[in-house]
């Protein structure tokens, strides 16, 4: 679903009825994270800032290196952003972390 808000020179609020959106309460669509400044409700990304990544490996008989496991630690802060507009829907962040399987 697109949502397109009008940032014309009349920075006038749009009237009920000409932006489609939906307000039922569903159980299951309740839960749903919905960026509140574009209506986007599909894509989001995150951003870790400081993360320790460290990755195991075992050196073979012919001195050749094979990757066994990857360990990263986050070290600094984790945030929430809008993968349409950008903005930071850090508030929905342990939501996210919720419903993240
Ligand atoms: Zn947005």
């Known amino acids: ?27 299951h669509l309740g839960r749903r994270i919905i960026c509140p400044h574009c209506g986007n409700e599909w894509n989001f990304y995150q951003i870790a800032e400081e993360v320790k990544l460290t990755t195991r490996y075992v050196q073979n008989a012919d001195g ?6 990857d360990d990263s630690r986050i070290l600094g802060e984790v945030k929430l952003y809008c993968g349409e ?3 930071d829907l850090s508030e929905f962040h342990n939501r996210f972390l919720e419903m993240l399987f």
């Not at 679903?1 to 009349?10: E, H, Q, R, W």
């Not at 050749?64 to 496991?69: D, E, G, M, V």
């Open 1 to 27: 679903m697109t949502v397109a808000i009008s940032k014309g020179k009349n920075s006038q609020k749009a009237k009920p009825g000409s932006i489609h959106i939906h307000t039922q309460v569903n159980p």
């Open 64 to 69: 050749s290196f094979t990757p066994l496991s």
């Open 85 to 87: 507009c950008q903005a």
